[in-house]
């Protein structure tokens, strides 16, 4: 099949590999010159595990990009939509981008005789309905069904497994009023043997929502009774293990530590908040998840605080500053929250993260950027672990104070002046 793909960051790109992999001709589309050079050379433009080998083996054989949508709109049969549904200030999703892709594919299509739209942006309930038919419908003077189709398609990638979950997912949602185009569309998945779930747009779109909404909750709750455990003394991964072992709970997120980020949980559940709000429902559980969340990285500077002092002043070690190990991604990053706090204490901060230094270095340019985690152990008098990079269960931390906010050292040997977040 002829798959085009309109936005090449970390959803599109992934699913544009991923079904050039499958064997399908791909032409990706991005605004981004850089990107698109840089994936024509065959070098991924993100840090994602197994990437670059499938650039290498599909580019441009089977996979090329441009900078322009016509070329990739014209010569294909589906439309892939991958592009960013960020946070306006108030946790609403700002559809821009969406809207204004919709808008020009539709012109396009005045062209052509039928295409189908995939919706894989994350978009509130109602979005396929209310906007993205209606617009492409406006722009084409064309019919919905008759002229073109869109089915919702939601991702469940996780950063840094994210062509793992792409080729082995759990399941795959489609939804659409259309069945004609969610059977074309199920074609593309049936190299893979996970159930296929047929739903209408809004359920598709809810599916995903609730998902991560749940997955934060995991977290949320678990960092809580982690907060209650701490004041026992006890270490809440062993109470984590236990109930983990319970199949209804199951062991999967139930880490607990300086709380989720990234460019998902944050976004989306505010998304649904907010959305339920002006639907005139007060999602009082999910306010609480964003709570807790929203505390955790401070539990780190209060143990700080307890056990150094006054921290004004002091030389304090950050090691990471990605959200999550395995990506290059500082978006929500707990990591920042405890940079801001930690200036705003006035300490003298020492940084390393194996991958994410440039990208902090432009929100951050005048803190001590270190060339490795052992030179901020040595230079500092206590340091904060806030990715859980591999590479800082091997360091040297001698009688250092050790904060861990990642729980790197639960089967090895932690280090001799060592404190967990929760544990
Ligand atoms: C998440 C979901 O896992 C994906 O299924 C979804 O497709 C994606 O969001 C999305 O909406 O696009 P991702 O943000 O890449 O994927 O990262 P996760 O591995 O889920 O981790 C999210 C955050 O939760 C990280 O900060 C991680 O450290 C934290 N976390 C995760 C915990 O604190 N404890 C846990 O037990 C698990």
């Known amino acids: 099949m002829n798959i085009s793909v309109v936005g090449l960051g970390y959803v599109g790109l992934i699913q544009a590999a991923g079904m050039a992999k499958l064997g399908h001709n791909v032409l990706g589309s991005d605004m981004d010159k850089n990107k698109v050079d840089k994936i024509n050379s065959k070098e991924p433009p993100i840090y994602e595990n197994g990437l670059k080998e499938i ?28 592009v960013g549904t960020p946070s306006k200030r108030q946790g609403e999703m700002s559809l821009h981008q969406l809207e204004n892709v919709m808008r020009q594919l539709g012109e396009l299509l005045k062209e052509k005789k039928y295409h189908i739209f995939v919706i894989k942006s994350t978009v509130v309930p109602g979005t396929c309905e209310n906007i993205v038919i209606p617009v492409v419908e406006k722009a084409s003077g064309k019919k919905f069904k008759k002229d073109f189709s869109v089915v919702m ?37 049936s ?37 209650i ?26 880490k607990s530590g300086i709380g989720f ?70 978006r ?9 706090e930690l200036l705003m204490e006035e300490a003298e901060l020492y940084i390393y993260d194996p991958k994410a230094m440039e990208k902090t270095k432009k929100l951050f340019p005048h803190l001590n950027y270190l060339s490795s985690a052992q030179e901020v152990v040595d230079e500092c008098e206590a340091v904060l672990i806030l990715t859980e990079w591999p590479e800082f269960r091997t360091l040297d931390y001698g009688k250092k104070l050790v904060i861990d906010g990642k729980n790197l050292f639960f089967d090895n040997h932690r280090p001799e002046n060592y404190e967990g977040i929760c544990w």
């Open 229 to 254: 455990s701490k004041t026992f003394g006890i270490d809440t991964n062993i109470v984590a293990k236990g109930i983990g072992m319970d199949k209804r709970i199951s062991p999967h997120f139930l």
């Open 55 to 82: 650039l290498q083996e599909t580019v441009p054989s089977r996979f090329s990009a441009y900078q322009e949508l016509k070329k990739p709109f014209m010569e294909s049969d589906a439309t892939f939509i991958c």
């Open 191 to 227: 190299p893979f043997k996970c159930p296929v779930l047929e739903t209408g747009f809004k359920e598709a779109e809810m599916i995903k929502y609730a998902s991560n909404a749940f997955l934060a909750t995991k977290i949320s709750f678990i960092n809580e009774i982690g907060n």
């Open 261 to 330: 980020g990234g460019s998902c949980f944050p976004k989306d559940v505010n998304a649904i908040v907010y959305k339920a709000t002006e639907k005139g429902y007060n999602p009082k559980l999910l306010r609480s998840v964003l709570d807790v969340n929203r505390d955790q990285p401070l539990k780190m500077i209060e143990l700080l605080d307890r056990k150094e002092g006054p921290i004004k002043g002091k030389k304090i070690g950050l090691l990471g500053l990605t959200f999550k190990a395995g990506t290059d991604d500082i």
């Open 153 to 189: 398609n939601p991702e469940f990638l996780r950063e840094g497994e994210a062509l793992e979950d792409f080729f082995d997912p759990d399941r795959i949602v489609l939804g659409s009023s259309d069945k004609t185009a969610l059977k074309k569309i199920k074609e593309i998945y």
């Open 332 to 340: 929500e990053s707990p990591a920042l929250v405890t940079i801001k």
